[in-house]
């Protein structure tokens, strides 16, 4: 029995040096040097050859190296018996949930035009009381951020695909409630998961939903943002401008749009970053639970992607 990281477009030596310190008898391997696929039971993976996994018959768990897991749904040529996993891990919820704030508060207090301008023009700004944030996607991390938020005085209301209680969240749930959750939505923050019925949801009949001048945050991924619908609202300045960290293109290339509009800010997919050695313990856990038998823990849902 052997454990394998597969992450060829990820260097894997600090996933390497932790697994090593908290496990060093694991019988560990990295691919593509592989010995025998035939032994390999558990791997850990970011962006793997779509289709590889059939070349490892004996195959129980793939672990994803991060939050997301749309990068192993989507392969849709993975076995149904294998179990995939997900990361939860609180320092990721910590560093997603600071993030967020800092944009919101970046925009509500003009920092950027200030820092730019060159120029001594006080501006009115933004209070936390009097502006409300929506949430859409109300997994670990949505629930997070708005717990940040709530913490600095926002006025935080909540989205997913089904219902949820969140103390001090007023929730939302499902296509029947989605226009009622955007219509008073001013800052709009994107933490859904990728999956086939999210995908292309920023777009521009969401958008027209929000009340004018509302402002758009996506932390979740690229592939959730229609570029052209979100370049068009912002010209007809129905949205007043966007914060965006992730893409789907990435490295963001330098013709882009996006790095040529004011009203856009970019950053380089930094909002929250797993560290190896914080999530190494939960990693080496469901592996001794599967060899083990035993129920694993964060098991994806195959049917609901997530």
């Not at 800052?187 to 958008?207: A, D, E, M, R, Y």
Request: charged fraction near 25%.
């Amino acid at each position: 029995m052997s454990f394998l990281i597969m992450s060829p477009q990820k260097d894997p030596k600090a996933w390497i040096e932790a697994l090593k310190a908290e496990a060093p008898d694991l019988d560990l391997e990295v691919y593509p040097e592989v010995k025998d696929p035939k032994k390999v039971e558990y791997v850990l993976s970011w962006k793997h050859p779509h289709g590889i996994f059939r070349d490892y018959p004996n195959l129980k768990v793939i672990a994803s190296m991060g939050a997301g897991i749309d990068h192993i749904i989507g392969d849709k040529e993975i076995a149904k018996h294998i179990k995939i996993t997900r990361l939860v891990d609180e320092q990721l919820t910590k560093d997603m949930s600071v993030f967020v704030l800092s944009l919101i508060l970046e925009y509500l207090r003009n920092l950027k035009e200030h820092h730019c301008s060159h120029e001594w023009n006080p501006k009115a700004y933004g209070r936390p009381e009097n502006t409300q944030v929506g949430i859409m996607g109300m997994g670990v991390l949505g629930v997070g951020v708005a717990e940040k938020l709530i913490r600095n005085k926002f006025n935080v209301t909540g989205w997913s695909k089904t219902k949820k209680e969140i103390l001090g969240v007023t929730t939302y749930h499902g296509d029947e409630q989605l226009q009622e959750f955007l219509k008073n939505t001013q800052i709009l923050v994107n933490l859904l998961p990728l999956t086939s019925k999210t995908k292309n949801i920023l777009n521009k009949q969401l958008f027209e939903k929000l009340p004018k001048g509302a402002y758009l945050i996506n932390v979740a991924r690229g592939e959730h943002l229609i570029v052209d619908d979100l370049l068009e609202m912002i010209h007809t300045k129905h949205l007043s401008g966007a914060a965006l960290d992730v893409f789907r293109q990435e490295p963001l290339p330098a013709e882009h749009p996006f790095w040529k509009n004011e009203k856009i800010k970019v950053s380089p997919h930094i909002a929250s970053i797993t560290h190896p050695k914080s999530v190494v313990p939960q990693i080496l856990e469901n592996y001794k639970r599967m060899k083990e038998g035993k129920e694993l823990k964060n098991v994806v849902d195959r049917e609901k992607e997530y």
